[in-house]
């Protein structure tokens, strides 16, 4: 079967209300480097960059007060995960657990097929019994990252290890390390042992030796993955476009008949 270029997913980065917008930009950079990788399908996953997004319906009035529509704004999955954080005593962290699950649980998906990256300006903690996380990601959905541990006394943001971390995140995102894979290793998550792939694991949230892996790589025009993640990450992108691609046939075969 010949599987013809189309668009599959849209990547939207969104972000908490009072992050820097230049962050965004940074964020979107990031993705497009990790992407690069990928010269078969990388345009079949256009970037686009939608800030502190909210739909012009984003509120509702109920009793005289105003309320966030459930889905309609980032705002308001921040919201559920601070609601979270308290209950778990965390009041300056956010759950990136449950803005995780709401996250896969917005309807949005089905309407606009999309891998969401969505940037915090709170902190992160994944569970109560872990103190914290620079991000997480998953197959298929979408990660969060936060920048709070990135940023300076001066709100200065360490750029070169943000990127790593975001793209190491967005990298699970496109099933760098998918199940059974060789060279790999369980360490909160499936990662890649090679000592020269932005997808190794840093228990310790460490990621400077990596990053400076990565920087030495790009100055020799050498791709921040590894051949065993850009092979999986080959493999994902075509069974997605294979997947869609026999979902458009069978859509255009009942609607061919439904026409008769």
């Known amino acids: 079967m010949i599987v013809v270029a189309m668009k599959q997913r849209d990547i939207f980065i969104v972000s908490q209300e009072g992050l820097n917008p230049q962050i965004n930009l940074i964020a979107e950079e990031a993705i497009a480097e990790l992407m690069a990788c990928f010269p078969s ?23 005289g007060k105003i309320y966030l529509a459930p889905y309609k704004s980032t705002e308001w999955h921040i919201l559920n995960a ?11 962290q956010l759950n990136a657990s449950t803005l995780f ?10 309407t606009f097929p999309q891998f969401t990256v969505l940037l915090t300006l709170d902190d992160l903690y994944p569970s109560k019994d872990m103190n914290y996380c620079l991000g997480i990601g998953d197959e298929g959905i979408g990660c969060v990252v936060s920048v709070n541990r990135f940023l300076d006394h001066n709100n200065n943001l360490n750029v070169k290890n943000f990127k790593t971390v975001l793209m190491h995140e967005f990298g699970h995102v ?3 390390t998918e199940p059974d894979r060789k060279n790999t290793e369980e360490l909160y998550g499936t990662h890649c042992k090679n000592l020269l792939c932005i997808m190794q694991q840093r228990a310790d949230g460490n990621y400077n030796s990596i990053t400076e892996s990565r920087l030495a790589l ?5 791709p921040p ?5 850009i092979e999986s990450g080959n493999n994902f992108f075509a069974k997605e476009r294979q997947n869609n691609h026999i979902k458009s046939i069978v859509q255009q075969t009942v609607k061919n008949f439904k026409n008769r």
Do not use: S, V
Request: net charge negative.
């Open 41 to 63: 399908y990388k345009d079949d996953y256009p970037i686009t960059n939608l800030g502190a997004w909210k739909d012009e319906n984003h509120q509702f009035t109920e009793k």
């Open 82 to 92: 601070k609601e979270q954080a308290k209950e778990d005593g965390r009041d300056n």
């Open 101 to 110: 699950q709401t996250m896969q649980q917005d309807p949005t998906n089905k």
């Open 174 to 176: 496109i099933g760098l």
């Open 218 to 222: 790009k100055r020799n025009k050498i």
């Open 225 to 229: 993955i590894c051949d065993d993640c």
